[in-house]
């Protein structure tokens, strides 16, 4: 591990400074991806600023929706009462992610912002873009069980870690950022970007920015969500396919749907294609397979010398089509 300086900032503005000032700076939460990366030599900074003592741990009710800090603990969240009522698609997704010690260390502000998971870019011996830009994707041709099927670029085809994000992506969500000139607030959807050929900015987030909270509207229709993770082994173990989705029904007939797909690409995948398709109309097998369909018609799969994973793409199917049949075909119990 490379040796660096650490901070302990008293406030955000602080914080900020102290990264936005060193271009080889960067922020510790829970350090649950962070410290992983630093073992490995992907991460080399030189310099690791702890935030878990200035981003707000707060839970609260706002105009009727819901504000978390960045320092919130995702078991926290996971468990918060208005969270498991009215977002239980969000805490769903967080309790399927790591382990029960890892939930109560991670936070909320980081987890979104965790690396990919890809073998190659944890080697630091093999060429990664994502790692060293330029440098190549040693994934293609090789070990890509794990990796996109959507949205992929010669330059990446990795995929995003984080179940968290899946949920937070059909929940209409807001970011609240600090940086060097000041706050802001992204639209969730938008924090984070396909690889295109600068696969190394996994967000929009420019260097010294700190996400210090998240708000989530008062929206009805995500009383009725669920969250389904498929992976090689029931805990600790990363989306080979998730599916989110929040859907409420009138007369017989879908009013509202959101989707989103984990596991299949670099980003969160917000399904708008199979919305389109779903929204308006009578739940139904062929309704959901053609939802499915029109949704994945874009996929594309990788061979690898691990047999590749064209699996993905029926896996994705059948499970966005299963969890919309338990949606739309049980009265919701929450």
């Known amino acids: 591990m490379k040796t660096f300086a650490f901070a302990k900032p008293a406030t955000v503005a602080e914080a900020v400074r102290a990264v936005a000032g060193e271009p080889a700076a960067v922020f510790l939460g829970g ?26 741990a707060e839970i609260r009710e706002d105009a ?31 309790l399927s992610g790591a382990s029960a010690q890892l939930r109560n260390m991670a936070t909320t502000g980081g987890n979104p912002l965790q690396r990919t998971r890809c073998l190659y870019f ?56 600090t940086g060097a000139g000041g706050e802001r607030e992204i639209a969730f959807g938008d924090l984070h ?30 009383r009725r969500s669920a969250y389904r993770k498929v992976r090689d082994r029931a805990s600790f173990a990363f989306a080979l396919v998730s599916v989110a989705v929040a859907v409420s ?6 009013a509202d749907i959101r989707v989103a797909f984990g596991g299949v690409a670099h980003k969160p995948w917000r399904a708008v294609e199979a919305e389109a398709v779903l929204r308006g ?15 994945l018609a874009a996929a594309r799969a990788l061979e690898g010398v691990d047999g590749g994973n064209a699996f993905k793409i029926p896996l994705a199917r059948r499970t966005l089509v299963a969890v919309l049949r338990d949606l739309t075909t049980e009265e919701p119990s929450r």
């Open 193 to 222: 970007r396909l690889p295109g050929d600068t696969p190394e900015r996994d967000t929009v987030l420019a260097h010294g920015e700190l996400i210090t909270g998240f708000t989530l509207p008062a929206v009805p229709w995500a």
């Open 281 to 295: 109309a009578r739940p139904g097998e062929d309704v959901f397979r053609a939802a499915a369909d029109a949704e």
């Open 122 to 177: 944890q080697d630091v011996t093999t060429p990664c873009n994502k790692r060293a830009p330029g440098s190549g994707c040693s994934a293609l041709g090789g070990a890509t069980r794990q990796h996109a099927i959507l949205g992929a670029s010669e330059a990446c085809v990795a995929t995003h870690p984080s179940d968290m994000a899946v949920a937070l992506a059909i929940l209409d969500a807001r970011v609240h950022v």
């Open 64 to 94: 009727g929706g819901l504000f978390f800090g960045a320092g919130v603990r995702n078991s926290d969240l996971a468990n918060h009462p208005v969270v498991r009522e009215r977002y239980p698609v969000l805490a769903e997704a967080l």
């Open 31 to 56: 350090g649950t991806n962070l410290v992983d990366h630093l073992k490995l030599g992907v991460a080399r900074p030189d310099r690791v600023v702890d935030v878990t003592g200035v981003t707000s």
């Open 249 to 254: 029904t009138v007369e017989g007939r879908i």
